[in-house]
């Protein structure tokens, strides 16, 4: 088990080194495909061996100590060359606060000589994700960057992005196997540089403009970390997960390195007030959106608030994450409805999911808890197979606009069928993502806010994920047929395929998964925790062991053949009519369909979806999500002192 670690955190980094040893793009398909088999392999024999621990000591725990001084020491003084070489002085202050905080940490508080990695079910179940769907993502990768370079007319920097992205594979790797804090806080710190290197990957002002948002708000959060980290160790002596986990729940004084530890998960995974980071970071190219802004990076922050979920479970700051993440679940939820940027559909959803997943670490319940790890799972797979199809669709239509992708099956029939059927994922029965949102419901039910703002949220998320999948199925009155010329890449089709299939496998199979992976994780906290914890992380075996989704599956598999045979003997011989506009039909541009205004004037006839922009204002809902998210930070902290 230790050697398969070593390689899951090393070998990414040999690559890196590779990616930077040429710039043949063949080269870079081979090293990718590499990169791709040996991450699902090693990951795959992870989970086969299971979970246990591994200690470090004596001249190993020296010499992996010794690395991270030094690399903390290159991070510092990068961060100081680019923000004052771009004159970003709040990035500049924020990153001499850090500094200070890290140098009293590393140098003035004592340290375990000693330290722990931990495979336990959370760690295997993220490692399967950073490990698959991420190097899927770098495969895709190369079907994908020389297009988007060509269109933008940009110098190719290929080997920097490759080079970036293993180094934050490697990383995540790091910080979801680490028990100590300062382990874990220095790969956080990593990933937060790879994201603003990835972010301002294009180099113009608007890029630049993101990747320093999102340096400025995950610095915050690092310092938050820190922070937690310090007052653990000096009041509590304290610096380990699992001294947090003996401690068990958390009263007064000791709520505050909690409390900030959560304020650096909020922020990681963008939550509200700290969203507008990761919307910028939709300048990025696709990959990295899918990679680190859905699928990885931002799951390091619900991730960090599942393992501290012992800690405030049944306290008033559980209560108060439960309704805070509620909040920004339906307040990100109605943000998305007004938006016709698909991207920027996939991030205000993003964020409304992850704060689902806070929400259920907050409830902390046994079933709450299994919610959140397996709505992390699947919201993983899926988001990530619709963030890469967006990115194709905009290569294959030039556009990113919902409205642009009316009658899209007719012009990219397979790249359309994969996306709906990734937006079916996420929106009904019986794939994971609405099963998991459905027991969160049930989980949420002693809290009827909670309960309301979840309804909400999920209505809302049905409708604009329904307009964007109508758009796309609508039946255009012109140029029926596809274009031939479409250009379609092996890799991507192939990610885009083997994405699929793994969204419709961890469907079918949610059972398994849930016994082997979810279940095995609660039980663990439940006997590690104090015995105070016992009532709230509950054996839940039975919640969703019982429900059989292979014969759902089976039973939907029948009706497609039945439709499909319907569609051959009887739909596809029907003839196409124009469309039939009161008694009048004509323009001299016959491509056109026109009617007759009041005026007497030919109009055009135009068909788009309604957006409820004066009720959904993005601005008005944005200046609420402030107000609201701050005061409920501020009532748990004061709260929670009295």
């Known amino acids: 088990m230790n050697n398969l670690i070593l390689l899951l955190i090393v070998v990414p980094l040999i690559f890196a080194i590779l990616f930077t040893l040429s710039n043949n793009k063949t080269f870079y398909k081979i090293i990718s495909y590499a990169l791709c088999l040996f991450g699902t392999t090693v990951s795959i024999m992870l ?14 725990f020296s010499i992996v100590e010794g690395i991270i001084i030094i690399c903390e020491l290159l991070i510092i003084l990068f961060l100081f060359y680019v923000s004052i070489k771009n004159k970003r002085w709040g990035v500049l202050t924020l990153t001499a606060i850090s500094t200070v905080l890290s140098v009293y940490t590393t140098f003035f508080i004592g340290k375990s000589e000693t330290s722990i990695i931990n495979v336990d079910s959370l760690s295997i179940v993220m490692a399967l994700i950073v490990n698959i769907v991420g190097t899927l993502i770098v495969v895709f990768a190369n079907g994908y960057m020389t297009e988007y370079e060509h269109h933008r007319g940009m110098k190719s920097k290929q080997k920097l992005f490759y080079a970036v992205i293993c180094v934050f594979l490697a990383a995540m790797n790091g910080l979801i196997f680490s028990d100590s804090l300062s382990w874990m806080y220095f790969f956080w710190e990593i990933t937060t540089l790879a994201s603003f290197i990835l972010i301002a990957y294009n180099a113009d002002a608007e890029a630049l403009n993101s990747g320093f ?12 970390f820190i922070g937690g980290i310090i007052i653990f160790k000096t009041s509590m002596n304290i610096d380990s997960f699992s001294g947090i986990l003996a401690h068990g729940r958390v009263s007064s004084f000791a709520i505050i390195p909690v409390f900030l530890l959560c304020i650096a998960g909020f922020a990681k995974s963008a939550q509200v007030p700290f969203q507008s980071w990761l919307l910028g970071a939709m300048v990025a190219p696709t990959p990295v959106s899918a990679l680190l802004h859905s699928s990885t990076m931002v799951k390091a922050g619900v991730f960090l608030i599942i393992k ?10 559980g209560t108060a994450i439960a309704v805070y993440g509620a909040f920004t679940f339906v307040l990100c939820s109605a943000m998305a409805v007004s938006q016709s940027n698909a991207k920027r559909v996939l991030a205000y959803s993003t964020i409304a999911n992850l704060g689902l997943i806070i929400c259920s670490a907050g409830i902390g319940t046994g079933v709450a808890i299994a919610a959140a790890i397996t709505l992390l799972i699947f919201h993983a ?3 990530a197979l619709l963030f890469l199809c967006t990115g194709q669709i905009e290569h294959t239509i030039g556009s990113r606009d919902i409205e642009d992708m009316f009658g899209l099956i007719h012009k990219a029939p397979a790249l359309t069928l994969i996306t709906a059927f990734g937006i079916i994922s996420m ?16 989980a949420s039910a002693t809290n009827p806010l909670v309960v309301i703002f ?40 192939l990610v885009l395929s083997i994405l699929s299939v793994i969204v419709l496998a961890i469907s079918i199979f949610i059972t398994p998964i849930y016994n082997n992976l979810v279940a095995p994780e609660i039980k663990s906290l439940a006997i590690k925790s104090k015995d105070s914890l016992s ?31 319907v569609w051959k003997v009887l739909v596809s011989k029907t003839q196409v009519k124009s469309i039939y506009m009161c008694g009048e039909n004509n323009s001299p541009d016959n491509d056109k369909n026109m009617f007759r205004s009041g005026n007497d004037s030919l109009v055009e006839s135009n068909i788009s979806n309604y957006y409820l922009k004066d009720i959904f204002n993005e601005k008005a809902l944005s ?13 748990v902290l004061i709260g929670g002192l009295l």
């Open 47 to 60: 989970a086969y061996h299971g979970t246990g621990n591994i200690k470090i000591s004596g001249t190993a």
């Open 213 to 224: 948002r999102a340096l400025f708000i995950n610095i915050i959060g690092g310092i938050s």
């Open 308 to 317: 501290l979920s012992p800690a405030f479970a049944g306290t008033s700051l």
């Open 381 to 383: 797979v899926s988001k």
């Open 427 to 442: 929106i009904l029965p019986p794939f994971g993502v609405l099963v998991t949102k459905w027991i969160s419901i049930e």
């Open 454 to 493: 979840l309804v909400l949220g999920s209505a809302l998320t049905t409708i604009y994920y329904i307009k964007w999948l109508g758009t796309m199925l609508s039946f255009p009155s012109v140029n029926l047929k596809p274009e031939k010329t479409i250009k379609r890449p092996f890799s991507v089709y």
């Open 535 to 565: 009532a709230v992380f509950g054996d839940v075996s039975s919640k969703s062991g019982t429900f059989n989704n292979s014969l759902v599956f089976i039973a939907l598999g029948i009706l497609i053949v039945l439709s499909l045979i």
């Open 623 to 635: 200046t609420l999500g402030y107000v609201v998210s701050i005061s409920i930070i501020l009532v």
